[in-house]
């Protein structure tokens, strides 16, 4: 009696998140195609190389692009919030460790939490680099 109960414990658990995923899908697919026709309106007015060709976002092959980032984001971004929480625990001891120097702190946390925790079209497409590892903006000071 309890294995029954248990597995349908497990089986409203299974539906909640299955619930949640399409919820989540189709309010971010919405707003994606409601905000399509003001990015391709505003995109051949910026001066970048990488942004000046405009895309059809109601193409089979953009929304199959759309649908990529938004399922390898998923595993990607789970991992990258890994790696920068543990560079922040690491960043707080080595600081610690230290006796508060804040060179060493820094040398940990902005490669381990700045870089892109969000997979976009461009990274597929080659047009834009994907950094997992942060690049730090300026150099430490000796």
Request: aromatic share 8%; net charge neutral.
């Amino acid at each position: 009696m309890s294995t029954n109960r248990f597995l349908r414990a497990q089986a409203g658990r299974a539906l909640l998140v299955g619930a949640t995923f399409c919820a989540l899908l189709v309010v971010t697919t919405e707003s994606v195609l409601a905000h399509g026709e003001d990015m391709s309106e505003t995109i051949p007015s910026q001066s970048h190389s990488s942004l000046s060709r405009p895309s059809n976002l109601s193409s089979p092959e953009a929304a199959g692009r759309q649908a990529a980032c938004w399922a390898l984001t998923i595993p990607y971004g789970a991992a990258k919030m890994v790696y920068a929480i543990g560079g922040g625990i690491v960043g707080g001891l080595a600081w610690t460790m230290t006796g508060g120097n804040m060179e060493a702190a820094k040398s940990i946390w902005i490669p381990s939490m700045t870089g892109d925790y969000i997979i976009q079209p461009q990274h597929l497409t080659g047009e834009k680099h994907l950094y997992f590892i942060g690049v730090a903006s300026e150099a430490p000071l000796s």
